[in-house]
């Protein structure tokens, strides 16, 4: 089974932290990342850039609109993501509680489903 581990942050806060700060939350991530590489867990892991230079986009009744980041409304982003090969959602909850962006972070727990039924 394949689960994806969405890391939702506040939203501004990278820009909140000191570059040593910054340097340390993600030597942690990295860490993370190569213990489950090594556990053979790990499928793919990715840091998103901020929203700031992120787009949405939308079409309604044929019309294309398109939203530049950030968003004001927002109050969380994506920041990144591990899609992990796991057996069960209990592995997949258990190797959540050890990510270290559950201390400053939200990390919300996805199985994988089909897209074609």
Do not use: H, N
Not at 45 to 67: M, N, P, T, Y
């Amino acid at each position: 089974m394949s689960y994806l581990l969405l890391i939702v942050e506040p939203a501004g806060q990278r820009a909140r932290r000191t570059p040593e700060e910054g340097r340390k939350a993600y030597a942690q991530m990295v860490g993370y990342a190569e213990d489950l590489q090594a556990r053979g867990l790990l499928v793919r892991a990715e840091s998103l850039k901020s929203d700031s230079e992120a787009v949405r986009l939308q079409i309604r009744d044929g019309e294309r609109s398109l939203l530049d980041g950030p968003y004001a409304e927002a109050k969380e982003m994506i920041g990144g993501f591990f899609l992990l090969s796991c057996e069960t959602r209990e592995e997949a909850l258990a190797l959540a509680a050890q990510c270290p962006a559950a201390q400053w972070a939200t990390v919300e727990v996805r199985e994988l489903g089909p897209c074609f039924m």
